[in-house]
Nanobody, 125 residues
Framework: QVQLVESGGRLVQPGDSLRLSCAASDGSFSGYTVGWFRQAAGKEREFVSALRWSGGGTANADSVKGRFTISRDIAKNTMYLQMNNLKPQDTAIYYC??????????????????WGQGTQVTVSS
C-alpha cells in the first residue's frame, strides 16, 4: 500500500505560480503512474496531469497544457506539479493518486488505487 501526502496548496493571485508536492510516505511510486486530479466545489474530480514513475512518460489535460508541468524526484520519492499563470478556474482541491492502468486510462479517476488527502489551491484577487 502507498500512502500519499500532498502539500503546497494556498491562496494565490491570478498569474502567480505554485508548486504542489506529492510524497509517498509509506512505500514507493515504483511501478505506478502517479496522477494529479482536482475537484472544484460542486464539480466532479477532473484529470490534470500524470507521470509514469519508471520511464517518465507524461500526459496533461488540455486546460493546463503550457501552464502546468509534472515532474519527479526519484531520490525523494516525490512528485511535483509546477503551476504557472494560475487562473481563478484553477481553484480546487488537488489530489494525487496512483494507478497501474494503461496510458489511455490515466485520465479516469476510477482507475486509481490510492489517494492523498488533497491540498487546497485558491486563485483569487
Amino acid at each position: 500500500q502507498v500512502q500519499l501526502v500532498e502539500s503546497g496548496g494556498r491562496l494565490v493571485q491570478p498569474g502567480d505560480s505554485l508548486r504542489l508536492s506529492c510524497a509517498a510516505s509509506d512505500g514507493s511510486f515504483s511501478g505506478y503512474t502517479v496522477g494529479w486530479f482536482r475537484q472544484a466545489a460542486g464539480k466532479e474530480r477532473e484529470f490534470v496531469s500524470a507521470l509514469r514513475w519508471s520511464g517518465g512518460g507524461t500526459a496533461n489535460a488540455d486546460s493546463v497544457k503550457g501552464r502546468f508541468t509534472i515532474s519527479r524526484d526519484i531520490a525523494k520519492n516525490t512528485m511535483y506539479l509546477q503551476m504557472n499563470n494560475l487562473k481563478p478556474q484553477d481553484t480546487a482541491i488537488y489530489y494525487c493518486g496512483v494507478t497501474k492502468a494503461v496510458r489511455s486510462s490515466w485520465a479516469d479517476h476510477s482507475m486509481y488505487y490510492y489517494w492523498g488527502q488533497g491540498t487546497q489551491v485558491t486563485v483569487s484577487s
